[in-house]
């Protein structure tokens, strides 16, 4: 099955379609999130979005985390980040999986792919790839994005 056609990746991409559109309800609900703040949407299929404001930090303060139960659609709607993503056949468990949590915490690595975030860029990560988002890029403010999680299976 294509993920298009797949229900819990449909209404992802529908509410990623509307959240992108500016002035939409979506837009709108994510532009009053205060900074530091996390909004959550509930979606079709068991999936849901995490709605967030922040600012990015320092790559010394990130670690590499992974999930077993939720597939990230993370999305950058203003703003940019770094993120990073090593799959977790090279990565050490520093903290294990939590299920209530649905996070294992790796140690560092050096070697990890790169990807520059901004507006409208999407990274979607399943269970084997640990990542580490939310890095700052460029010495950049304020950012406003969208984590969405998709049921796994």
Request: aromatic share 10%; glycine share 10%; net charge negative.
């Amino acid at each position: 099955m294509d993920a298009a056609d797949d229900p819990r990746f449909a209404a992802a991409f529908a509410y990623v379609t509307d959240l992108l559109e500016a002035g939409s309800r979506a837009w709108a609900r994510l532009e009053r999130i205060a900074p530091g703040e996390t909004g959550r949407v509930e979606l079709a299929g068991g999936a849901f979005a995490l709605e967030q404001a922040y600012i990015p930090k320092p790559r010394s303060e990130g670690f590499f985390e992974s999930h077993r139960k939720y597939i990230d659609v993370q999305v950058v709607v203003a703003g940019a980040e770094l993120m990073e993503l090593a799959d977790i056949s090279r990565l050490e468990v520093s903290e294990p999986y939590n299920p209530e949590r649905d996070f294992t915490k790796y140690a560092d690595i050096t070697g990890a792919t790169v990807l520059k975030m901004g507006p409208g860029d999407a990274a979607i990560f399943f269970p084997n790839d640990g990542h580490m988002p939310a890095l700052q890029w460029r010495g950049t403010g304020l950012v406003r994005k969208t984590v969405v999680k998709v049921p796994v299976g």
